[in-house]
């Protein structure tokens, strides 16, 4: 149950990605600063080397965060969105800030990037902690 559990978390949380991400598909090509075609997408966005790591690595941080609600006693949706909320705006959007800010980046790709953390790792919670 456990494995199905960070899988379904991982999944929802992936999907979540594919709908905000392209709902914000312009500012971010624009922020982000990537090479685009005339059509105006990103030069080299069929590859499907990012999306199958993009999986692989919600799989990891699904499967931490479940360990991590699991051993703090979440195991309600609510109490386990708040927690994936948590982590995402106190662990992982800091870090996406400090990246970013580094490598002189836009706040509004910092910005776009944080919220997906924040409302990811959210959603994340709540399906683990409705799970456990």
């Known amino acids: ?3 199905l559990t960070v899988i379904i978390a991982a999944a929802a949380c992936w999907f979540l990605g594919a709908i905000y991400y392209m709902a914000l598909a312009r500012q971010w090509v624009r922020a982000s600063g990537i090479p685009v075609g005339p059509d105006g997408r990103p030069k080299g966005s069929i590859r499907p080397a990012p999306f199958i790591l993009s999986a ?7 499967g931490m965060m479940r360990h991590v609600l699991a051993m703090s006693g979440i195991t309600t949706l609510g109490s386990g969105f708040v927690s994936g909320a948590g982590i995402g705006l106190f662990f992982i959007a800091p870090w996406i800030a400090i990246n970013n800010a580094y490598a002189l980046r836009p706040t509004l790709l910092t910005l776009i990037d944080g919220g997906y953390a924040v409302a990811g790792c959210a ?3 709540a399906v683990i902690g409705a799970m456990l």
């Open 1 to 3: 149950m456990a494995l």
């Open 56 to 62: 692989l690595c919600l799989i990891v941080v699904a």
């Open 123 to 125: 959603l994340m919670g």
